[in-house]
Nanobody, 126 residues
Framework: QLQIVESGGGLVQPGGSLRLSCAAS????????IGWFRQAPGKEREGVLC????????NYASSVKGRFTISRDNAENTVYLQMDSLKPEDTGVYYCAAGRLPYYSCSRYEKEYGYWGQGTQVTVSS
């Protein structure tokens, strides 16, 4: 069974950090482009960052530039989202998704990703 599971979410104070993990079972994440998406309360889901099979990354949310970093550990079959200097507006459900994209590509569009996790809640509040 192909499955993606996110973990690492929680409640954190403004200025704090979290590291989200995206782990796969039944398939190899290294063979897929991986995107991190988030959905804030009352808003549509948006693409945040993605990582190509090559390891290259793209940031689609200007609000997280310089604060969020995506990386992959193929040996652990896991992709990470390091989130620093968190702000209340970063609150939301964070989703990891895997898609069959060209080696040097990833995407901000949900339709490009065929496998999704269930999401992990991130709440930034004092």
């Amino acid at each position: 069974q192909l499955q993606i599971v996110e973990s690492g979410g929680g409640l954190v104070q403004p200025g704090g950090s979290l590291r989200l993990s995206c782990a796969a079972s039944g398939f190899t994440l290294g063979s897929y482009a991986i995107g991190w998406f988030r959905q804030a309360p009352g808003k549509e889901r948006e693409g945040v960052l993605c990582i190509m099979r090559s390891g290259g990354t793209t940031n689609y949310a200007s609000s997280v530039k310089g604060r969020f970093t995506i990386s992959r550990d193929n040996a652990e079959n896991t992709v990470y989202l390091q989130m620093d200097s968190l702000k209340p507006e970063d609150t939301g459900v964070y989703y990891c998704a895997a898609g069959r994209l060209p080696y040097y590509s990833c995407s901000r569009y949900e339709k490009e990703y065929g496998y999704w996790g269930q999401g992990t809640q991130v709440t930034v509040s004092s």
